[in-house]
């Protein structure tokens, strides 16, 4: 195997890497913003489910929830839900969804209720509706608070799509261990912390160029 | 019938009483400074004229004929637009700290403005029209207000390009945008440093020559002797004693009102 060979089969793997990564990222931020209204709910059963489930995810490992949502289905009801490599990725897609969700929650709630609540009254007594207050006032200023936080966890989310090879999702590291391994050969394993390191070098980049987009004002 | 009447307000959080049942009227153009130890429901008081606390009991009526009784329940709808009638300035500025000193005058008026129209017109290209056209006058009145609280060179800063006096004076533009009835100050100056106190002082005293009703809690004794048409002294969630500056600061009747004066 030549370099061009491992080239084309890293890419390949690195291509579902990239995948998993954006589709976690567009459905688990949203999702954490939901969750993140039911832990701050004034209906406390809701809250108190929210967090308890935050809890669970947060107090679980990531490689324990894949296999659960991979194998239990189908060992509980005898269906299987995700069959095939697609269903592997649905299957990896949908366990790092809710984790990355409860791990957003959590932070879109500390920046949430670390605005001060004259700015909420501030828009109340000037005749903003709730909607308006939060999309208007208090959004970018919670964005502006927790971008560190939220840039921390996705770093750990490129890195972290790796797992997904336990319930063997073709991502970067499944689809070329055991080529590498059985031939002897090591320096692949370096050539694949290179795309690891171009990936973050990029998003801490990107997270660096909105920081200073959101630097115009201070708190 | 007052410009504004408030017949046996209370309100209470919990088991703590705050307000007692407050009685209190104004007439149009009259400026009123609320003095009083702290912890006397000063604040509170001011907070329920805004609705940002709701009274447990008692009336406020409106120039307009408008009548909140605490023993009604209210939309949030009707609460927004009762809310509009005061207008309030907080101690501590409440700047929206994202938007320039312009935009925090001009964006909440131009929601208002829309919301208006909304209810008004169909979607279309009319509606459209006639919200840029609100849009364009909204800008206008917001430069004018910060021109009249003497920012018309600052109206591209935000907020924490400016002093607290300055931050105060768009505040209160701000308060002003929608031409509250009444526009209430909960201690304007108290975070600020001494020599910032007299700009927004100087502003307030400018609004009363312009003919702005407000009504003023402060500290600041000889802006409530100097300014104010009354004084009324709260005490223990109660109005003690109210009269002119002069019955209230030389000859005050209650014993309470000249022991916190003696201070
Ligand atoms: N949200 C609240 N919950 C409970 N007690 C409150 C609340 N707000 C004010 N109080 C109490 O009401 C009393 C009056 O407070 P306040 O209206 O702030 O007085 P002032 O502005 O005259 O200093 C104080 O004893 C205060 O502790
Ligand atoms: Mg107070």
Known sequence: ?219 | MAYLEIRNLKKQFGNTRVLHGIDFSMEKGEVVAVIGSSGGGKTTFLRCLNFLEMANEGTIDFADGFRFDAAKTYKSKEIREMRLKMGLVFQSFNLFPQYTALENVYIPLFLRSKERIKASLPFGKERRAAIKAAGDGDMQRAEALLQEVGLADKMGNYPCQLSGGQQQRVAIARALAQDPAVLCFDEPTSALDPELTGEVLRVISELKNKGRTMLVVTHEMEFARNVADRVIFFADGLIEEEGTPEQIFCSPKSPKTASFLKH
């Open chain 1, 1 to 219: 195997m030549n370099f061009w060979d491992i080239s084309v089969k890293l890419l390949d793997g690195f291509g579902i890497t990239c995948l998993l990564f954006i589709l976690t990222l567009v459905f688990s931020l949203p999702l954490g913003l939901i969750i993140s209204f039911g832990s701050m709910s004034k209906f406390k059963p809701l809250s108190w489910l929210c967090r308890t489930v935050v809890w669970i995810i947060r107090g679980t490992p990531l490689m324990l929830q894949l296999f659960v949502v991979f194998y239990v289905p189908g060992m509980l009801f005898g269906v299987r839900l995700f069959t095939g490599d697609d269903g592997r990725f649905l299957a990896a897609l949908v366990a790092f969804v809710i984790n990355y969700a409860c791990y957003f929650s959590e932070i879109f709630r500390g920046g949430i209720e670390s605005i001060p609540k004259g700015q909420y009254e501030a828009a109340q007594v000037l005749g903003m509706t709730a909607r308006e207050t939060f999309f208007t006032v208090i959004m970018m200023q919670v964005v502006k608070r927790i971008l560190a936080p939220i840039s921390n966890e996705v770093i750990t989310l490129v890195k972290d799509t790796s797992l997904a090879r336990v319930i063997a999702v073709g991502e970067i590291f499944f689809v070329n261990e055991m080529d590498f391994l059985s031939r002897g050969l090591v320096w692949p394993l370096f050539y694949i912390a290179v795309f690891f390191l171009v990936f973050v070098g990029v998003l801490t980049l990107l997270f660096g160029w909105c920081e200073k987009k959101l630097s115009y004002y201070k708190v």
